[in-house]
RNA sequence: UACCUCGUGGUGUAACGGUAACACAGGAGAUUUUGGAUCUCUUAUUCAAGGUUCGAAUCCUUGCGAGGUAGCCA
C-alpha cells in the first residue's frame, strides 16, 4: 500500500492529437523512427495537478513509443530571481513519486549558457539578431499595438561588428541591468508580436542557483528553449496553448540557427483546469506566502505534493490524466472526475477500520460490565487476501453523532430512541433512554444488546434494523487527531471575474476532530491508507502522526447517498 | 474594423465521409453486515445558416460565440 508501482507502457494510452502525429511521424520515417520529449518545469513553485497532465503526457510517450523513445526532465532555469533549488528538488521528487523515470536524462537550460551565448553570436553575425538601446518602455512603444504595426528600433541597422562587440560586452558587465538588450531581427509589422524582434537576452545581475555569478545576462524562455530542445534532440515539443502565438520564433530559430543536432518541433494542447480551485503558480504561491494554507503540501492544495499528502496514489492521479483526454479545447473538468478517480483505486486496496470521528457514548446495559469479547473483522471486504482481524467488543462503545438522531427524520435508518440498528459485524441494539448533561447536550445513550442477533441473524418478532453502524469499544479506543479537509474554494471558479480569488476561499477547508479510533490504528504507520468504514478513505500523515497518537488526513469521503437526501 | 486557436449531453472526451458513443455527474431499481462497493436501467449532445455529397459532427463558405496574444516572465 505504501510503496508506488512506476507507470508502464501498458497504461492505456488513448488516441489523440498528438499521438495521432506522431503515429504519423513515425509513419513516415521522421526522426529515424524516435520519439524524443522532455517536461521542462521552471524551478519556481512546486508542481500541481496540471503539472501531472503534462509529465504524464511526456514520460508516458516515452514509455509507449520504446525501446526509440525517452523523455528527459529539463529545469528551464533562464530566470535566476525567480528560481530556487528547494524547486528543483521538490519537482524531482515529485516526477519520482507519480512513478517516472528520467534515467540520465536529467538537464537545465543553464548548462547550455554558453552554447546559447554562441548561437546568439552566429544571428549577430549572419544579421539575424542585434544589440538594442531601448528603454523597456520604449521597446513597448515601438511594439506597436494589438492592431498596429510596430515601428524599427533606431539601432536595429548597427553593423555586425558593433553589435558583436555590444553584445561581448554585455557578456562582460559593462552595461547596467536593464539598458540594453539582444533582439532578433525579423518583422517590426509582424501580425503575431512575438515576431516583432522579439528579446533574446536582457541584462540581469542575480545570482543563479546553479551558475553562480558567472553570468550577467540571461536568455529569455522563447530563446533559449527551442535551441535547448534541439540541443537535446528533442523531436516532439509538447506546451500548453499559450505557447502558441511563440511557435513561428521557435521555427525561425530551428531554421536559422546553424548547428543544431535536432530539429524539433512545438505542438500545444489545453492545460488542465479543474473546478474548485486555482492553478496558476502565482496563487498558489500567494496561498503559501500568505498563510492561507500550511505550506506548499498542504492537503487542500492541487500541488502534488498536497495530493500526496492528502493521501492520494500516484496510479489514481496517472489514471485520472488519462480520463480527462488532450485536447485544444480550453475546458474546466470536474473535481468530482479526480475524486471518483482516488476511490476507485482505494476501494480496491485500502484495509478497513472503524474509526467514530464525532463519538456519543452508548452503554450496552445488559452485555455485562466486566466482559470483552473479540470480533472477526475482514481487512477488506472487495478483497479475500487481506485477511482479518480481530475487534474489541465490550458494554462501552462510541457511535457517531451521525448515526443518532433523537427526533429522526423520515428516511433515517440508524438510531434513535426506541429503535434498533445493528453494531457493524457484532449485534443489534435497541435504544433505550437518552442521558443528557446539565447543558441539554447528550451524554450518553442507554441501550440493550440482543445475543440471538449476531452473525447477520435477524431479530425475532421485530423487523429487519434497516440502519448498520460501525462503532469502537469505549475501553480500548485509541484517541487520533482526524482532518477533514474539503475543498479549498466556494465557487467552481474562483479566479474568474475581477474579485480576488481569495474572498472565496472555503472557512470550513479543514476541521480538525478528535476521533476514537479501533486499538489497531494504535500502530498505523507513516504513509498508510485506510478506508474509514462508511466515512471515508484516510491517510497517516507522513510529519505530523506518532505511534499511539495517530493522525489521519481525510483523502475523500466515501459516496454518501443518505448525506445527500439530508441535504435536501 | 490585428493575428492565432477553439466550439459534440450538465462536465470532460470519442466517433478520422457511413447507426453520435464512453467516463464522471444526475435519476430509478436490484443487491448488500459499509445508505459504501457492485450490477441493471435511465435522463441528456454535434453553435448557426448555406453549400458539396447517395450520405456531413467530420469537407467548403459565411456568420455567431469563447479564449489567447502588446514581459527585458515562463
Known amino acids: 500500500m505504501s510503496q508506488t508501482d512506476n507507470a508502464t507502457a501498458t497504461s492505456p494510452a488513448k488516441s489523440d492529437f498528438i499521438r495521432d502525429m506522431i503515429a504519423e511521424d513515425l509513419q513516415?520515417?521522421?526522426?529515424?523512427?524516435?520519439?524524443?520529449?522532455?517536461?521542462?518545469?521552471?524551478?519556481?513553485?512546486?508542481?500541481?495537478?496540471?503539472?501531472?497532465?503534462?509529465?504524464?503526457?511526456?514520460?508516458?510517450?516515452?514509455?509507449?513509443?520504446?525501446?526509440?523513445?525517452?523523455?528527459?526532465?529539463?529545469?528551464?532555469?533562464?530566470?535566476?530571481?525567480?528560481?530556487?533549488?528547494?524547486?528543483?528538488?521538490?519537482?524531482?521528487?515529485?516526477?519520482?513519486?507519480?512513478?517516472?523515470?528520467?534515467?540520465?536524462?536529467?538537464?537545465?537550460?543553464?548548462?547550455?549558457f554558453e552554447k546559447l551565448y554562441e548561437f546568439a553570436e552566429q544571428l549577430i553575425t549572419k544579421g539575424l539578431a542585434y544589440v538594442c538601446d531601448l528603454s523597456p518602455d520604449q521597446v513597448r512603444e515601438y511594439r506597436g499595438t494589438l492592431t498596429e504595426p510596430g515601428k524599427n528600433s533606431p539601432w536595429r541597422d548597427r553593423s555586425v561588428e558593433e553589435n558583436l562587440e555590444l553584445f561581448r560586452k554585455m557578456r562582460a558587465g559593462e552595461f547596467a541591468d536593464g539598458s540594453r538588450i539582444l533582439r532578433a531581427k525579423i518583422d517590426m509589422a509582424h501580425p503575431n508580436i512575438t515576431m516583432r524582434d522579439p528579446a533574446m537576452y536582457r541584462i540581469m545581475r542575480a545570482h543563479h542557483h546553479r551558475t553562480g555569478d558567472a553570468w550577467c545576462i540571461y536568455p529569455m524562455y522563447?530563446?533559449?528553449?527551442?535551441?535547448?530542445?534541439?540541443?537535446?534532440?528533442?523531436?516532439?515539443?509538447?506546451?500548453t496553448l499559450e505557447f502558441e502565438d511563440h511557435r513561428p520564433f521557435y521555427e525561425w530559430l530551428i531554421a536559422n540557427v546553424n548547428g543544431l543536432p535536432g530539429s524539433p518541433y512545438q505542438r500545444e494542447f489545453a492545460r488542465l483546469n479543474l473546478n474548485y480551485t486555482v492553478m496558476s503558480k502565482r496563487k498558489?504561491?500567494?496561498?503559501?506566502?500568505?498563510?492561507?494554507?500550511?505550506?506548499?503540501?498542504?492537503?487542500?492544495?492541487?500541488?502534488?505534493?498536497?495530493?500526496?499528502?492528502?493521501?492520494?496514489?500516484?496510479?489514481?492521479?496517472?489514471?485520472?490524466?488519462?480520463?480527462?483526454?488532450?485536447?485544444?479545447?480550453?475546458?474546466?473538468?470536474?473535481?468530482?472526475?479526480?475524486?471518483?478517480?482516488?476511490?476507485?483505486?482505494?476501494n480496491k486496496r485500502a484495509l478497513r477500520a472503524s474509526a467514530v470521528l464525532r463519538p456519543i457514548k452508548v452503554v450496552i446495559e445488559n452485555y455485562g460490565a466486566d466482559r470483552v469479547e473479540e470480533l472477526e473483522f475482514p481487512n477488506n471486504p472487495e478483497d479475500p487476501n487481506a485477511g482479518v482481524r480481530m475487534v474489541p467488543m465490550c458494554n462501552e462503545i462510541y457511535i457517531d453523532a451521525d448515526d443518532f438522531m433523537e427526533e429522526p427524520v423520515d428516511g433515517f435508518h440508524r438510531l434513535a430512541p426506541g429503535r434498533e440498528v445493528r453494531l457493524k459485524m457484532a449485534f443489534c441494539i435497541i435504544c433505550k433512554e437518552v442521558v443528557k448533561n446539565a447543558d441539554g447536550s447528550i451524554k450518553e445513550l442507554i441501550c440493550t444488546y440482543d445475543e440471538s442477533t449476531r452473525h447477520g441473524k435477524k431479530p425475532e418478532g421485530r423487523p429487519k434494523p434497516k440502519?448498520?453502524?460501525?462503532?469502537?469499544?469505549?475501553?480500548?479506543?485509541?484517541?487520533?487527531?482526524?482532518?477533514?479537509?474539503?475543498?479549498?474554494?466556494?465557487?467552481?471558479?474562483?479566479?474568474?471575474?475581477?474579485?480576488?480569488?481569495?474572498?472565496?476561499?472555503?472557512?470550513?477547508?479543514?476541521?480538525?476532530?478528535?476521533?476514537?479510533?479501533?486499538?489497531?490504528?494504535?500502530?498505523?504507520?507513516?504513509?498508510?491508507?485506510?478506508?474509514?468504514?462508511?466515512?471515508g478513505y484516510f491517510y497517516v500523515d507522513p510529519k505530523d502522526s506518532v505511534l499511539g497518537r495517530p493522525v489521519f488526513n481525510r483523502t475523500v469521503t466515501l459516496k454518501d447517498s443518505w448525506a445527500k437526501v439530508a441535504a435536501k
Open 28 to 112: 513516415q520515417g521522421r526522426n529515424d523512427g524516435w520519439v524524443v520529449t522532455r517536461f521542462p518545469p521552471e524551478p519556481n513553485g512546486y508542481l500541481h495537478i496540471g503539472h501531472a497532465k503534462s509529465i504524464c503526457l511526456n514520460f508516458g510517450l516515452a514509455l509507449e513509443n520504446a525501446p526509440k523513445a525517452r523523455c528527459h526532465l529539463r529545469f528551464d532555469d533562464t530566470n535566476p530571481i525567480k528560481e530556487d533549488t528547494e524547486y528543483v528538488e521538490s519537482i524531482m521528487e515529485d516526477v519520482k513519486w507519480l512513478g517516472f523515470d528520467w534515467g540520465q536524462h536529467l538537464f537545465y537550460a543553464s548548462d547550455y
Open 222 to 239: 522563447d530563446y533559449a528553449h527551442p535551441l535547448s530542445d534541439a540541443l537535446e534532440s528533442i523531436t516532439h515539443s509538447l506546451c
Open 284 to 346: 498558489l504561491l500567494r496561498l503559501v506566502k500568505e498563510n492561507h494554507v500550511n505550506g506548499w503540501d498542504d492537503p487542500r492544495m492541487p500541488t502534488i505534493s498536497g495530493f500526496r499528502r492528502r493521501g492520494y496514489t500516484p496510479e489514481s492521479i496517472r489514471h485520472f490524466c488519462s480520463t480527462i483526454g488532450l485536447t485544444k479545447f480550453k475546458g474546466v473538468t470536474d473535481y468530482a472526475v479526480l475524486e471518483h478517480c482516488i476511490r476507485d483505486d482505494l
Open 467 to 535: 440502519g448498520i453502524i460501525h462503532w469502537v469499544s469505549a475501553r480500548h479506543a485509541v484517541d487520533a487527531e482526524v482532518r477533514l479537509y474539503d475543498r479549498l474554494f466556494t465557487v467552481e471558479s474562483p479566479d474568474a471575474g475581477d474579485e480576488d480569488f481569495l474572498q472565496f476561499l472555503n472557512s470550513a477547508s479543514l476541521e480538525i476532530v478528535a476521533a476514537k479510533v479501533e486499538p489497531s490504528l494504535a500502530i498505523a504507520g507513516a504513509g498508510a491508507r485506510y478506508q474509514f468504514e462508511r466515512v
